[in-house]
């Protein structure tokens, strides 16, 4: 079920028709949130919710037994991983290795069988949200839940089942506990950051997808590089908006529903260093590799020559998390390899010195992420290699027109810098003032954005991070 559809407003509306009804009661409330989410996910494929259950329930009992059985708590951890990251592998890359294999026993005349699966939608982020449950037990950084309900009404929870944030155990499990109430403010927040979110999503990013698509979808790359810088960056604002944008309607239902999500991207493309980006963008999946891959493996502590090898490890795993292509798996070493040199040479903090340096450096670090998302966006990675080399061909050549993509474009820009100069402003001013201006700016500008969305939407999509 899209946010972004007739069905998904239907059954939101029928959700919170009954939410302030049920969420009284503890059980009632949990039970609730199940089935509703049961059906969101459902809609797609009922066949998957089993997956999900099946997957949930590993993590569920391994959490138990690692409390009650502390003597066998790795082995009983190492299970749960297996189970969950074998799952994953089954149906996520599965055939990529086989594919691997047989290219590399096609001298021998081996074959192995290529297994077709469906991907479930998700399935990346469901998983590894039960994942970090089971290891925070563990760790002992959470208790372990008795109550499945009160453990799948946090898996299922359906504003970020799909596509996250990721959420830890230790932020939704509490929350889940309590009779949930929102303030005004609260509400009144929710609405803002559900316009915004549709906003981005069916204004600009959809908008923008068309031309983007067509271009890596044509037959013949083409022969320009100015137009492939364009469309890099519009691809950049497409993925953006299209992600934050579910980001944003994700932790606006969630206020209405009384929740609170972390916060998932902060500007990125305002970032002066790659390491400030990983800090701005999808934030709960780049803290999760952190806090579960980098620091476990040693991060900085055991010496530079392995603090890079841990960084190179969790940016490959991380390329892999999101598709089983090797232009993923290159969409990750290339911003491996961007890390290791800033965390050498250090040049963010030397530019920086210099008038205008900041502004610089934020160029630098948008040319080299344009770069990589080439990798991520391309066909193949065949394909990214051809459209790199002309985008640093001269003379530029000849270009098909991106009109009127271009006009979704400078609003896209437009608008982020609005964004930006708001937060400026709003951090200087008084609280008083703020309040003033929030009576009627506000308000105005929610409804701005709802209008937006409905006569300037673009062709429906489906979120890009569905797909992972």
Not at 281 to 298: A, E, K, N
Not at 391 to 398: D, S, T, V, W
Not at 404 to 427: C, D, N
Request: net charge positive; proline share 4%; with cysteine.
């Amino acid at each position: 079920m899209l946010f972004n559809s007739l069905v998904f407003l239907a059954f939101a509306s029928f959700f919170f028709l009954f939410w302030h009804r049920v969420n009284t009661q503890r059980a009632r409330r949990l039970a609730f949130i199940v089935t509703m989410s049961s059906v969101f996910y459902g809609w797609w494929n009922w066949g998957f919710l089993v997956l999900i259950f099946a997957t949930g329930l590993v993590d569920f009992v391994a959490a138990q037994l690692i409390e009650t059985h502390p003597r066998h708590k790795k082995k009983l951890l190492v299970f749960s991983l297996s189970m969950n990251l074998g799952t994953l592998g089954v149906f996520k890359y599965s055939g990529f290795l086989a594919i691997n294999l047989n290219w590399l026993l096609s001298p021998f005349s081996l074959h192995v069988p290529v297994a077709e699966f469906v991907l479930p939608i998700g399935i990346s982020f469901y998983t590894f949200q039960s994942m970090s449950y089971a290891i925070d037990v563990y760790r002992g950084h959470c208790k372990a839940t008795r109550d499945a309900l009160h453990f799948y009404s946090s898996l299922l929870l359906f504003p970020q089942l799909v596509a996250g944030p990721i959420l830890r155990a230790g932020e939704i499990l509490p929350q889940l506990e309590t009779v949930p109430s929102t303030t005004e403010q609260q509400r009144w927040d929710g609405m803002k950051l559900i316009a915004q979110g549709y906003f981005k999503k069916m204004v600009i990013a959809d908008n923008l997808a068309p031309a983007v698509t067509t271009a890596f979808g044509a037959p013949h790359i083409a022969h320009s590089g100015l137009f492939w810088w364009v469309i890099i960056t519009m691809f950049a604002f497409q993925i953006y908006c299209d992600f934050s944008g579910y980001t944003d309607i994700a932790r606006g239902l969630a206020k209405w529903m009384g929740y609170e999500f972390r916060l998932n991207f902060d500007r990125p493309y305002a970032a002066s260093s790659l390491r400030e980006f990983w800090e701005r963008w999808h934030i709960s999946l780049s803290t999760w590799f952190r806090d579960y891959v980098y620091i476990p493996l040693g991060g900085s502590r055991k010496g530079t020559f392995r603090s890079h090898l841990n960084m190179w490890i969790t940016m490959l795993l991380s390329g892999l998390w999101h598709g089983a292509n090797w232009k993923f798996i290159a969409w990750g070493a290339l911003h491996a390899s961007y890390l290791s040199a800033e965390k050498l040479t250090s040049w963010p903090a030397r530019i920086a010195r210099f008038p205008g340096g900041g502004a610089l450096a934020t160029l630098l670090v948008l040319v080299q992420v344009w770069i990589a998302w080439v990798f991520f966006r391309a066909e193949s990675a065949s394909q990214a290699v051809e459209i790199l080399a002309m985008m640093f061909r001269l003379p530029p050549g000849e270009h098909p027109s991106l009109r009127p993509a271009v006009y979704f474009l400078a609003l896209a820009i437009a608008y982020e810098l609005a964004m930006w100069s708001l937060a400026r402003t709003g951090a200087r001013e008084s609280r008083h003032e703020r309040r003033e201006a929030s009576m009627w700016l506000e308000p105005a500008g929610v409804a701005l954005l709802v209008v937006a969305s409905i006569f300037l939407r673009g062709p429906g999509h489906a979120f890009i991070y569905f797909q992972f």
